[in-house]
C-alpha cells in the first residue's frame, strides 16, 4: 500500500468509526504526534492517541466523507514518506451537518514493510492570525 493509500484508508476508517483500524494507521511509539484541529491542540504518544480516537468514536461526531481539495501531494523514500494537501470534510452532529477545509500533512514510516503514521498534522485556517489580513499584496 503507497502512502497516499495508507491516508486514503486512514480517512475511510474513521468515517466508518473502526476503532480498531484507526489504531493500526499510526506508528506504536511514546514519540508518535499529532497535530489536532481541535481545542486540545496536539496529542503525543501513541496510548494518548488511541484513547483520543476512542473518545471520538464514541462521542456524537459522524464524518460523511473526506475529500481532497487541494492536493494530494505526496513522496516515499525507502523508510520515510510525506503526504500533504487541503481536504474538505463533512461532518454531522445531531441533526446539524458541517462542511470545514482543513490543511493535512502526514509524515509516515514505513514498518515492517507497512506504512504507519508517525507524524499527523490536521488544522484550520486562521483567517486573519496577525489583524492585519493577508501580507500578501496583489500589487
Known amino acids: 500500500m503507497t502512502a497516499l493509500q495508507t491516508v486514503n484508508d486512514h480517512y475511510q476508517v474513521i468515517i466508518d468509526k473502526d476503532i480498531e483500524g484507526i489504531y493500526l494507521k499510526y506508528f506504536n511509539s511514546e514519540e508518535t504526534y499529532v497535530i489536532l484541529e481541535g481545542p486540545r491542540l496536539t496529542t503525543i504518544g501513541f496510548e494518548k492517541i488511541k484513547k483520543g480516537w476512542r473518545h ?6 459522524r464524518l460523511l466523507s473526506i475529500t481532497w481539495a487541494e492536493g494530494p501531494f505526496t513522496e516515499e523514500q525507502d523508510s520515510m514518506a ?4 487541503v481536504i474538505k470534510i463533512r461532518i454531522k452532529v445531531d441533526h446539524k451537518e458541517l ?3 482543513f490543511r493535512a500533512s502526514f509524515v509516515l514510516i ?3 514493510g507497512v506504512y504507519k503514521i508517525k507524524h499527523e498534522h490536521v488544522s484550520l485556517a486562521n483567517p486573519d492570525p496577525y489583524g492585519i489580513g493577508d501580507w500578501l ?3
Open 56 to 61: 471520538f468514536c464514541n462521542s456524537k461526531i
Open 82 to 85: 510525506w503526504v500533504a494537501g
Open 99 to 101: 462542511e470545514n477545509i
Open 110 to 112: 514505513k514498518n515492517e
Open 137 to 139: 499584496q496583489s500589487k
